[in-house]
């Protein structure tokens, strides 16, 4: 990531941090209006995104990131789009091209079928059995960071403690699983 937007991100300057939230808010309400949310929705996703980027900048997570400030920012906004439609109930269809946002982006190559290890393959299949609640609460936390309060503060669960119970019985029917 650039240095100094990740400097500007990480600091308190008003000025600074008003210029990097407003470089990509016109270009993310183009992008997004293609998901037919309304304005106040989009801008909505747009703050929380760009308060999620700079949380992480603040925290050290993005000093060794390759990607630029725009494809990291409109990676966030992707998926928080998508948790939107979903709780709109409404189903996205997937785009591969969704993260390239009108800018030169090196080719990103992947991998048809990537090759996963046996134990990843159990653990795939294994999160596909346990209950939608376990699987939400497990991928929040471990893949995309949520602590227990911002899970609390994301989902529909009623405090701290229901969402730590919650993730132990999850965890623990999942090693359940691979001693079988």
């Known amino acids: 990531m650039d240095k100094n937007a990740l400097k500007?991100?990480?600091?308190n300057d008003r000025l600074k941090l008003k210029a990097l939230y407003n470089l990509y808010r016109e270009e993310f309400l183009n992008f997004g209006r293609r998901y037919n949310l309304?304005?106040?929705?989009?801008?909505?996703?747009?703050?929380?995104?760009?308060?999620?980027?700079?949380?992480?900048?603040?925290?050290?997570?993005?000093?060794?990131?390759?990607?630029?400030?725009?494809?990291?920012?409109?990676?966030?906004?992707?998926?928080?789009?998508?948790?939107?439609?979903?709780?709109?109930k409404r189903e996205v269809p997937y785009e591969s091209?969704?993260?390239?946002?009108?800018?030169?982006i090196l080719e990103i190559k992947i991998e048809e079928e990537p090759q996963l290890t046996e134990r990843?393959?159990?653990?795939?299949?294994?999160?596909?059995?346990?209950?939608?609640?376990?699987?939400?609460?497990?991928?929040?936390f471990y893949y995309r960071g949520l602590n227990i309060k911002e899970i609390v503060e994301y989902t529909?669960?009623?405090?701290?403690?229901?969402v730590k119970a919650q993730k132990s019985r999850c965890l623990k029917a999942l090693r359940q699983q691979f001693k079988r």
Do not use: P
């Open 8 to 11: 500007d991100l990480q600091s």
């Open 38 to 88: 309304d304005q106040g929705l989009l801008l909505d996703i747009y703050q929380d995104s760009f308060l999620a980027l700079r949380k992480q900048a603040l925290q050290g997570k993005l000093d060794t990131i390759d990607a630029s400030m725009k494809t990291y920012l409109f990676g966030i906004t992707k998926y928080k789009i998508y948790d939107q439609l979903k709780r709109n």
């Open 97 to 104: 091209n969704l993260h390239i946002v009108n800018e030169e």
């Open 156 to 162: 529909n669960y009623n405090n701290e403690n229901v």
């Open 120 to 140: 990843q393959l159990l653990l795939r299949k294994y999160l596909k059995e346990l209950g939608e609640k376990c699987r939400q609460v497990l991928t929040l």
